[in-house]
């Protein structure tokens, strides 16, 4: 293994203080001891800061108003030393030997980023199931196209990306969430080639408030993110011409907001399909049947907030 690897693991943080110490412990007892552990606070109200005092100078804390997970991140890979980065979740555990695996497999491929697999729970206590496969494996766009309608990284810490392929990416969206990973990570795949790593490397309990959880932010917001992709390629002159459609892009949306019963989103997605000419009878249907008010954070434009070069 390169003796001059070294990983930083940033943390962002928003009122998880029941889970972050455990978080905070499955890095510093890692078999690769990472060089630091960044914890993000993202204007916490309960006891995020206490708990991060108790670890006094083996870890870095930083206090923010709150902005979003994606611009915490962001400002946590600013302040990292590490030639690789992991984007650990306040309330996901490292399994011993994951960095170990992670870095072992990037480097064997020579790739920009390499993940692993997750044990995934629905529940604390519940039947568990494994997520993470190698279909996104593989040089660009390969992890991109394989990604865009299923995600293969199952959640940010399992992953670990060079610190320059980050500064590439330019950093997570603020306004895709919940998909601002799978963003994030389909355009890792469309600069550098991926690594899967043979190995579960990191625990994880789905809760209430877990991003992927939220069905009409994920389809509003993912079918956005798909679109404005090929904007992204094009500005650094990469080849976009294996993307899907925006009308495409739009009838899968359209798909999964009634596969999904998500009758808010309707409206503003027919909306954007009728400029382009794209006609959904089922969505037409099921929208006047169910009719809700739409959401105010439709509107809110995708932004990048608080990327820093590192």
């Not at 870890?59 to 991140?73: D, F, K, P, T, W």
């Not at 529940?123 to 996104?136: H, I, M, Q, V």
């Not at 932010?217 to 679109?227: H, N, T």
């Not at 011409?241 to 989103?265: G, H, R, Y």
Request: aromatic residues 8%.
């Amino acid at each position: 293994m390169n003796e001059k690897a070294r990983i930083s693991v940033v943390i962002p943080a928003f009122n998880c203080a029941e889970w972050l110490k455990a978080a905070v412990e499955s890095c510093l007892g890692q078999s690769l001891r990472p060089v630091q552990v960044i914890v993000v606070d993202d204007g916490s109200t309960d006891d995020t800061q206490g708990i991060c005092e108790k670890f006094g100078d083996r870890i870095c804390y930083r206090r923010l108003e709150n902005g979003g997970v994606s611009r915490a991140r962001n400002i946590g890979a600013g302040m990292a030393s590490g030639n690789w980065l992991v984007f650990l979740d306040a309330d996901d555990v490292l399994l011993p030997y994951a960095l170990e695996h992670l870095l072992a497999s990037a480097e064997k491929s020579n790739a920009g980023m390499a993940y692993g697999m997750v044990i995934e729970r629905s529940e604390p206590g519940k039947l568990s199931r494994l997520n993470g496969f190698d279909f996104a494996a593989g040089d660009p766009p390969t992890a991109a196209e394989r990604t865009l309608r299923r995600g293969a990284v199952a959640t940010p810490g399992s992953a670990i990306v060079r610190a320059e392929v980050h500064r590439k990416v330019g950093g997570f969206v603020t306004g895709y969430e919940p998909l601002e990973d799978r963003d994030y990570f389909a355009k890792c795949g469309c600069l550098e080639r991926v690594a899967f790593c043979d190995t579960v490397v990191l625990d994880k309990t789905w809760r209430p408030a877990s991003h992927g959880s939220q069905h009409s932010k994920r389809i509003f917001r993912g079918q956005r993110a798909q679109r404005d992709l090929r904007e992204w390629l094009d500005a650094r002159g990469l080849d976009s011409t294996w993307l899907p459609s925006d009308e495409q892009f739009l009838k899968w949306a359209l798909d999964e907001a009634v596969w999904w019963k998500c009758p808010e989103i309707i409206p503003p997605l027919r909306k954007l399909a009728g400029t382009l000419g794209v006609h959904h009878w089922r969505s037409c249907g099921y929208g006047l049947v169910a009719r809700k008010e739409v959401p105010n954070w439709i509107d809110a434009a995708p932004q990048i907030l608080g990327f820093n070069k590192l």
